[in-house]
């Protein structure tokens, strides 16, 4: 088991081009979690923050949206 605040990079394609992301294990436990609500992939979910990232390093891009989300749903409890 990977403890949950250490960085772990994978490698994805992003709109045809070859990218590594850097995230903590539980970064990226959450964004597969995250895709599996929505029934798509991680690479997807990367893509679509990607796209509407503007200026913002991709891995802070990911952690901030990831935070958004997961405190929406919070917040509907």
Known sequence: MTAPGQIRKHSLVIAGHNTSVSLESAFWDALREW?????????????????????????????????????GKASSL
């Not at 029934?39 to 390093?57: H, I, K, Q």
Request: without cysteine; glycine residues 6%; hydrophobic residues 45%.
């Open 35 to 71: 895709a599996q609500e929505r029934g798509t992939s991680v690479a997807a979910l990367v893509a679509e923050v990607d796209a509407t990232r503007g200026e913002a390093n991709l891995s802070s891009a990911l952690r901030v949206r990831l935070l958004d989300h997961y405190r």
